[in-house]
């Protein structure tokens, strides 16, 4: 199912998902791969859907908008005390993720990767 998405809504989102992916102190280039804006996008660009350009359309952001959102929501709920937790969880290998980092799972099998990190850290996508 694809989600079609408002100029102003592509704005807000712009800048939320900027500041998310700054907040998992990504490269910039990494950053594009996680949007799927890795062909059409360069890494400068990232600081003018900051500051209001609207993220363009393509087919799947807004579902790797949603996933992304997902995960961020579901580390903040497994650990709001600690905000720092999500870089790290992000970053480091665990009991789930002993071969890659979740970051490199959701970098390298793209919507699939999204989307099997999100389950693992939110038990209610998986019903």
């Not at 694809?2 to 998902?17: Q, T």
Request: net charge negative; with cysteine; hydrophobic share 40%.
């Amino acid at each position: 199912m694809s989600i079609s998405l408002n100029e102003e809504e592509r704005i807000e989102l712009g800048r939320i998902l900027v500041n998310l992916l700054e907040d998992w102190k990504l490269r910039p280039e990494d950053q594009l791969r996680l949007l799927g804006l890795e062909e059409m996008a360069k890494p400068r660009h990232l600081a003018q859907f900051q500051s209001g350009k609207p993220l363009p359309e393509t087919p799947d952001l807004a579902e790797r908008a949603r996933r992304l959102l997902g995960i961020q929501h579901a580390l903040q709920q497994n650990n709001p005390a600690n905000p720092g937790h999500a870089f790290l969880w992000l970053h480091n290998r665990n009991k789930y993720f002993p071969d890659r980092a979740p970051i490199e799972v959701m970098l390298d099998d793209g919507v699939d990767g999204l989307q099997y990190v999100w389950t693992r850290l939110d038990c209610t996508q998986h019903w």
